[in-house]
Nanobody, 118 residues
Framework: QVQLVESGGGLVQAGGSLRLSCAAS????????MGWYRQAPGKQRELVAS???????DVAASVKGRFTISRDNDKNSVYLQMNSLKPDDTAVYYC????????????WGQGTQVTVSS
C-alpha cells in the first residue's frame, strides 16, 4: 500500500512562511523523483518544485528565490520550505512521487491547503 501524506499547510499572512512535509510509505523512496504541485481554484495543477533521486532540484520561476525543496531519504520524506508567501501562493499543495525506468510509477498525496491572506 503506497501512501503519500502531506502536512504543514494552514493559514498565514502575506510575507510569512510555512514548511510542508510529505511522508512516503510503501515505496523504495530513495529511487523516486519527488515533487510538489499546487492547484488554485480556476487554474491548472502546476509543478512548483522537484527534486530527483540524486538530489538535483528545480523550482518554478514564480517561486524561485522564495521556495526550497529538500528530501531526507532516511525519513522517507520530502519538504517544501515556503518563505515570503504571497496571496497568489494560495492553493492546495500536492506531493508527487515518480519512478520512470523500466516502468512508469506515479503516486499522489491527498493535498494540503495553503491560504495566504493579504
Amino acid at each position: 500500500q503506497v501512501q503519500l501524506v502531506e502536512s504543514g499547510g494552514g493559514l498565514v499572512q502575506a510575507g510569512g512562511s510555512l514548511r510542508l512535509s510529505c511522508a512516503a510509505s510503501g515505496i523504495t523512496f530513495s529511487v523516486y523523483n519527488m515533487g510538489w504541485y499546487r492547484q488554485a481554484p480556476g487554474k491548472q495543477r502546476e509543478l512548483v518544485a522537484s527534486i530527483s533521486y540524486t538530489g538535483g532540484t528545480d523550482v518554478a520561476a514564480s517561486v524561485k528565490g522564495r521556495f526550497t525543496i529538500s528530501r531526507d531519504n532516511d525519513k522517507n520524506s520530502v519538504y517544501l520550505q515556503m518563505n515570503s508567501l504571497k496571496p497568489d501562493d494560495t492553493a492546495v499543495y500536492y506531493c508527487n512521487a515518480r519512478y520512470r525506468f523500466p516502468r512508469d510509477y506515479v503516486y499522489w498525496g491527498q493535498g494540503t491547503q495553503v491560504t495566504v491572506s493579504s
